[in-house]
């Protein structure tokens, strides 16, 4: 039976994946710390509860450099996000390699070969990487909608840099 997490707000760093049916949801929670001199880091930890016991699921540490890469860690493994041109692929709890995508303005995850939304709907075959695609897919939808803000203002002549929008 597929999987569906929907999401109580439209922010992946801040938001509830819940599923009624199976009385699952996970949350992420993200805080910033402001670093004198450095910029802003922050820290999201993602948390999943099942029938009332909450276990923390994993964490991603955002640089304050944008340049730098974060820190993504499911359970105590190190997830390596590999970008690879238009796309990231990360390596699952088994060892197999899923990519994100992102297809009609949403992010989806390669499952073998077929193609399943990451509005996260997870088919039969992938509920046992579950922990791994909700930490994931708030690492690459976090990206790709900061990419996507900065060339909005990028092409908007009156978005001057340093000005509240």
């Not at 938001?15 to 805080?31: G, K, L, Q």
């Not at 276990?55 to 359970?75: F, T």
């Not at 990360?90 to 990451?118: D, M």
């Amino acid at each position: 039976m597929t999987l569906r997490l929907s999401l109580a707000k439209n922010d992946p760093l801040q938001t509830t994946f819940s599923c009624p049916e199976r009385a699952i949801h996970y949350t992420s929670d993200t805080v910033t710390r402001n670093r004198p001199f450095c910029g802003s880091k922050a820290t999201t930890t993602v948390r999943k509860n099942v029938v009332g016991e909450s276990l923390h699921v994993g964490i991603i540490e955002w640089p304050a450099n944008p340049n730098d890469r974060p820190a993504v860690v499911v359970g105590s493994r190190t997830i390596e996000m590999i970008k690879t041109g238009l796309y990231t692929c990360f390596r699952g709890i088994h060892g197999e390699w899923y990519e994100w995508q992102i297809h009609e303005g949403r992010a989806q995850v390669l499952f073998g070969w077929s193609k399943h939304s990451a509005a996260l709907v997870i088919p039969p075959e992938a509920v046992h990487l579950l922990d791994d695609i909700v930490v994931t897919f708030i690492y690459f939808e976090s990206r790709w909608r900061e990419k996507e803000q900065a060339r909005s203002r990028s092409w908007d002549p009156g978005y001057s840099a340093g000005a509240n929008h």
